[in-house]
C-alpha cells in the first residue's frame, strides 16, 4: 500500500505519537517518519512525573525509547518544533509559522493541555505550576526546593494532583488539596474510594480540604517571605509558597479545527483512528472514539488508550485493517498505595464493595450495570483487578452474592457457571 | 556490572551489560523487541514479560504476589515467567539468559 516516496507526519511526540512511530515501522510502512513536539525533551513516560519524578533525587525523565531507537528505526525527531497551522487542503503543516512540511498521511497525537481556571488574579500572580510536562515537574522541584515556609496549595483532587499531593508530602513538605466539589475524584469514581483516599492523605499528614472553591488569588508577603494567598469563595483562605493546578485538562483541538475535522470533546474518530479526512488520523488523548465493549463514544487519558490506539492506526495507516477493540485500564499509585482500575463504569447502577479479611487496605469496588459487570477499582488487589479484567473482557456474569461474602476467597469461581 | 542476554521471539540474541536499573530499562534501552514496558516498570502493564531460564530461576528469585497476580493477565505464563521490570540489575544476576515472551 506504501512506498518509500509516503511521508508520514506525526504531530505529537509523547505516548501516542512515539508509539505511532515505532508501530508504523513494525507494519512496514516504508516512506518517511517525521515526528514533531513541541517540548524539547526526549519523549518521557509522563506517569513517573507525578509519582517518583518528583521523589527521586535524579533529573533525568523515563525516556519512551532511548535516542539510538529512532535512528535505528529511521524516525526523524523535531523536538522543540511547534506546529501552528494545518492546511488540510494542500497536505501540508508549517513549523513555527516557517518551515513547511508535506505529509502523505498525518497523526494527530497532540495529546492534552492544562485547564487553567478562571481566578482572579491567578494570571497576574503567575508563580502557579501545572502538572503536564517534564519542565513543569522541573520547576516545581526548584520552587519547592527554593521554599522557605514548604507551603504548598495544590487546586484540585484529581489523580495527578492527589499524587503530586504525596509525593511532595514525602519530600517534607506541608500540602493543601483544595477540591471544589463534595468530594476528591468525584469526577472519576465513587465515593468509596474518594473515602479511601482522603483518609490515606489524612493519615499522611496531607490536609484534604473539599466544598472549596478558589475564588482568588494574590502575592504577598508573610513574615517576610513571598507567599500567593488563596482566597475560597467560603471565606477561608491559605497560604502556599508553590501554587499547582491539578484541574484537569483540554484536548489539545486546534489543528484538527483548522483542518476542519469533525470535532466532539476531541477529534472525532472511527474505529481505525481516522478523522472525518481520509489522510489524517488522531490517537491518544485527543481522540474521540468508539468504545466497542461499551458501545459509547469516550475520550480517555491514558497510557493503555494511547498505546493501544497507537497500534490500530499504525495498521490502518498501512493497509491493515484493524478496529480499536479493549477494555481501558488505568493505574494511580500513592504512598505504598496501588490503584488498578479496568473497564468503565460510567453507567453502573449498583456496586459492591469488597474489603478482604484480615488483610489491612486491600480493597475492590466491582460497578455493575444490573448483570453486566463493567468496572473494577481495586486498591492494594491486584487479584481483584486481573479476575475482573478477564470477567469483563469474557462477558462473564457473577455470582453477586459470592463476591460479596468475603469469608469466600476471591477466585474466578465468582463466576456463574452457565 | 551484570552481563545479560535477551533472547527474543524471532530467536535474536542480545548481550547486553549494565550496574543498575531494572532489566526492563536494559532491555528497553537496546532495543530489545518485545519489551515495551508501557507502565514504565510499576508493574502496572505486563508488557515486560520474560521466560527465566531453569537454571537462572535461583539467581533471579520469585514474583512478588503483584507480579504473580499481574502475570495471570498473559496468557502463555508459565512457571518462569517474571515480568522484568520487578527485576533489580545486580551482580547476582550475571549471565541470566531471558526469553522474551511473544
Ligand atoms: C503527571 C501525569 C501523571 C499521569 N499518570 C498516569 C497514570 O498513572 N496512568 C495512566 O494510564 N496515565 C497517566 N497519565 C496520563 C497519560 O500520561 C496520558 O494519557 C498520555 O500522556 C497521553 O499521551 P498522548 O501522546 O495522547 O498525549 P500527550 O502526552 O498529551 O502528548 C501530546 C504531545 O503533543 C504535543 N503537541 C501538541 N500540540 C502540538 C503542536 N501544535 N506542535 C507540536 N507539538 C504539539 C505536546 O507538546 C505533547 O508532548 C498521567 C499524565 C500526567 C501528566
Ligand atoms: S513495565 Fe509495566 S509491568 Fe513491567
Not at chain 1, 475564588?215 to 501554587?243: I, M, P, Q, R
Not at chain 2, 514479560?49 to 539467581?59: G, L, N, R, S, T
Amino acid at each position: 500500500m506504501c512506498t518509500s516516496k509516503d511521508i508520514c507526519v506525526i504531530i505529537g511526540a509523547s505516548h501516542a505519537g512515539v508509539n505511532t512511530a515505532f508501530n508504523l515501522r513494525k507494519e512496514k510502512w516504508l516512506g518517511k517518519i517525521i515526528l514533531i513536539d513541541a517540548d524539547p525533551e526526549l519523549p518521557y513516560h509522563r506517569p513517573p512525573l507525578s509519582k517518583t519524578y518528583l521523589t527521586a533525587n535524579t533529573s533525568t525523565t523515563n525516556l519512551l525509547k532511548p535516542v539510538e531507537s529512532y535512528k535505528k528505526d529511521n524516525i526523524t525527531l523535531l523536538l522543540g518544533k511547534k506546529v501552528t497551522r494545518l492546511d488540510a487542503v494542500n497536505r501540508c503543516l508549517f513549523l513555527d509559522n516557517e518551515t513547511k512540511i508535506y505529509y502523505t498521511k498525518l497523526v494527530l497525537a497532540t495529546g492534552a493541555k492544562p485547564i487553567i481556571p478562571t481566578i482572579e488574579g491567578l494570571k497576574e500572580t503567575a508563580s502557579y505550576f501545572c502538572l503536564r510536562t517534564a519542565a513543569d515537574i522541573v520547576a516545581i522541584k526548584e520552587s519547592y526546593n527554593a521554599s522557605k515556609t514548604k507551603k504548598v496549595v495544590i487546586i484540585g483532587g484529581g489523580y495527578i494532583g492527589l499524587e503530586t499531593a504525596a509525593s511532595l508530602k514525602k519530600i517534607g513538605a506541608e500540602v493543601v488539596v483544595l477540591e471544589r466539589e463534595s468530594r476528591i475524584l468525584k469526577r472519576v469514581a465513587t465515593a468509596v474510594i474518594s473515602d479511601f483516599f482522603r483518609d490515606l492523605h489524612t493519615q499522611n499528614g496531607v490536609q484534604i480540604l473539599e466544598n472549596k472553591e478558589v475564588s482568588k488569588v494574590e502575592n504577598t508577603l508573610e513574615n517576610g517571605v513571598k507567599v500567593t494567598k488563596v482566597h475560597c469563595t467560603d471565606a477561608s483562605y491559605f497560604t502556599a509558597e508553590v501554587l499547582i493546578l491539578g484541574v484537569g485538562v483540554v484536548p489539545n483541538k486546534k489543528l484538527a479545527k483548522q483542518a476542519g475535522l469533525k470535532l466532539k470533546n476531541g477529534i472525532s474518530v472511527a474505529n481505525t483512528g481516522e478523522t472525518s479526512n481520509l489522510n489524517i488520523y488522531a490517537v491518544g488523548d485527543c481522540a474521540y472514539h468508539y468504545n466497542l465493549h461499551y458501545k459509547t463514544y469516550v475520550r480517555l487519558e491514558s497510557v493503555q488508550n494511547a498505546v493501544d490506539q497507537s497500534k490500530i492506526i499504525a495498521a490502518n495507516i498501512c493497509g491493515n485493517p484493524l478496529m480499536y477493540n479493549t477494555i481501558p485500564w488505568f493505574w494511580s499509585d500513592q504512598y505504598n498505595v496501588k490503584l488498578q482500575i479496568v473497564g468503565l463504569a460510567e453507567n453502573y447502577t449498583d456496586y459492591i464493595v469488597r474489603e478482604e479479611q484480615d488483610k489491612e487496605n486491600v480493597i475492590s469496588v466491582w460497578y455493575f450495570n444490573n448483570d453486566e459487570l463493567l468496572a473494577v477499582n481495586a486498591i492494594n488487589h491486584t487479584k481483584a483487578y486481573v479476575i475482573g479484567t478477564k470477567f469483563i473482557k469474557e462477558s462473564k456474569k457473577i455470582a453477586k452474592e459470592k463476591l460479596a461474602d468475603t469469608s469466600i476467597p476471591l477466585s474466578k469461581d465468582i463466576a456463574v457457571v452457565n | 556490572m551484570a552481563k545479560i542476554t535477551f533472547i527474543t521471539s524471532s530467536n535474536e540474541k542480545i548481550t547486553v551489560a549494565a550496574t543498575e536499573g531494572s532489566v526492563m530499562e536494559l532491555a528497553v534501552n537496546n532495543n530489545v523487541q518485545g519489551i515495551d514496558g508501557d507502565c514504565g516498570g510499576v508493574c502496572s502493564c505486563a508488557t515486560c514479560h520474560v521466560f527465566v531460564a531453569p537454571e537462572d530461576v535461583d539467581k533471579v528469585g520469585v514474583a512478588s504476589e503483584i507480579e504473580t497476580d499481574m502475570l495471570e493477565l498473559a496468557d502463555d505464563a508459565n512457571e518462569y515467567s517474571r515480568l522484568c521490570c520487578q527485576i533489580p540489575v545486580t551482580d547476582a544476576i550475571d549471565n541470566v539468559v531471558f526469553t522474551v515472551a511473544k
